[in-house]
């Protein structure tokens, strides 16, 4: 069954890239060992690395050959990795363990454990103060650490589930709140939320990129939409279409367009005009659920995590969404080239 399933996905793929003669198109597919689901793709420019939040580790891939360089962990409920190559180090979160793990960017080996809130989800690097913010989903609450010395230094409270974040380089970070559709603005220097912003007709914000020149935040929602928002002053400029259940978006600084991936097996992509003025220019078909991804801003190819799944089980308090199963070695990382 499982080999049946591999070629049926293939042929689909195949399929779908033959139909996106312009634009983005599948090059590539990356078996990868391991089981269980995924979540966050971070990809460091610097070292060429791509890290995948993979359940009980993360994988790590040369961005440039596409080569499985070996895995981090073990994690207990993987979800974000960020590389802070200046420290030499790498931060992960692990969601069930309530924990940053801290490994060296070399070897890959884990040098220690940092405590956090409860069920630690996102997690970027701020360059403007040189701290990592981890972003604790259970306990509406932002863990901050201090890469130099791998140790944490503080705790926000958001009063909100946090989902996704991004820095703007001067001493802001922006985080979507889900449960609340808003928009936080935190002062990473003093380390205090100092914005509150209402997302209209944004449902559920989850993913969150930024156009830090024209200063204007795209806000992935769970309403099969984007909001484009004015990072001054939290005013939605705009609304654009995308596939339902987003989970990943980002800004190609050097083609001006934003990407975003939903687990309805759809990639959107989205031209930049001006700053106020955007418009689809293509909508790829990908894997359900491939709600992740990873830009490389060197190549802009972006590496979608992808897997087989079995029939969705009836809701438990383990599993209240009756999840589905990931099936056991069809995970792999598709390689989306323009």
């Known amino acids: 069954m499982r080999i049946a399933l591999l070629l049926a996905t293939a042929l689909m793929l195949a399929a779908c890239a033959a139909q996106q003669p312009q634009g983005y198109h599948l090059a590539e597919s990356i078996p990868v060992a ?54 030499g180090l790498g931060f992960a979160t692990n969601g069930k363990a309530n924990k940053v793990t801290v490994f060296d960017l070399k070897t890959l080996a884990v040098k220690g454990e940092i405590p956090t809130g409860k069920k630690p989800d996102s997690i970027i690097y701020d360059p403007a103060t040189k701290h990592v913010f981890a972003f604790d989903a259970d306990s509406g609450s932002a863990t901050v650490i201090d890469p130099a010395h791998a140790r944490k230094i503080g705790t926000i409270a958001l009063k909100g589930a946090p989902e996704f974040a991004v820095a703007d380089g001067k001493g802001h970070v922006f985080l979507n709140l889900e449960d609340k559709n808003e928009m936080l603005v935190i002062d990473s220097r003093r380390l205090k939320v100092v914005k509150r912003w209402k997302l209209a007709s944004c449902t ?19 309403n099969s939409m984007l909001a484009v928002v004015n990072a001054h002053n939290g005013h939605v400029i705009t609304t654009l279409p995308i596939g339902k259940h987003v989970d990943a978006t980002a800004f190609d600084a050097a083609t001006h367009e934003i990407i975003s991936t939903a687990a309805d097996g759809t990639l959107t992509v989205i031209a930049q005009d001006d700053a106020d003025h955007y418009h689809v220019t293509q909508t790829v078909k990908t894997p359900l659920r491939s709600k992740t991804f990873g830009l490389d801003e060197k190549t802009h190819r972006l590496f979608v995590p992808s897997a087989g799944f079995g029939p969705a089980p009836t809701p438990t308090k383990d599993n209240p969404k009756g999840r589905p199963p990931v099936l056991s070695g069809t995970f792999n990382v598709l390689i989306f080239d323009r």
């Open 34 to 87: 391991g089981e269980g689901g995924w979540d966050l793709v971070s990809v460091d420019n610097e070292t060429r690395r791509v890290y995948i939040a993979h359940s009980t580790k993360a994988d790590v891939l040369d961005a440039d050959s596409g080569k499985v360089l070996g895995s981090v962990g073990p994690l207990d409920g993987a979800h974000g990795v960020v590389a802070v190559p200046e420290a």
């Open 204 to 222: 559920e914000p989850a993913s969150l990129a930024m156009d830090r020149v024209n200063h204007r935040l795209f806000a992935g929602c769970a």
